[in-house]
């Protein structure tokens, strides 16, 4: 299994807003080979000039989601990404995981 996790600085005024982003966008796990899990978190605490969101997804193998960055599917849940560039405070910050146990 393979595990990406993404974290999202968001300016606190458009926090609501970026919400409502990811919820239009419909992650449909169902729809892409590979992909087992998904979880979208935003962090319970307040830091200082932004928001803290995280996604969560869980993957067969590393292969299926490198397959899946190279989608159509990818392409299209990522496409609100320069529209909405206003909400972030820097660029989201991904890292990947193999899991081992």
């Not at 998904?38 to 995280?54: H, Q, T």
């Not at 869980?58 to 392409?75: C, D, G, I, N």
Request: proline letters at 2%.
């Amino acid at each position: 299994m393979y595990v990406t996790m993404n974290r999202f600085k968001i300016k606190p005024e458009f926090a609501d807003a970026y919400i409502q982003v990811w919820k239009d966008a419909g992650v449909r796990t169902k729809d892409v080979d590979g992909f087992l899990e998904f979880k979208f978190f935003r962090l319970d605490s307040k830091e200082e000039g932004y928001v803290l969101f995280s996604s969560y997804a869980v993957w067969e193998s590393k292969e299926k989601f490198l397959a899946w960055t190279k989608s159509e599917h990818f392409r299209k849940s990522h496409a609100t990404g320069v529209a909405n560039r206003e909400m972030y405070v820097e660029h989201p910050h991904l890292e990947c995981f193999d899991v081992l146990f």
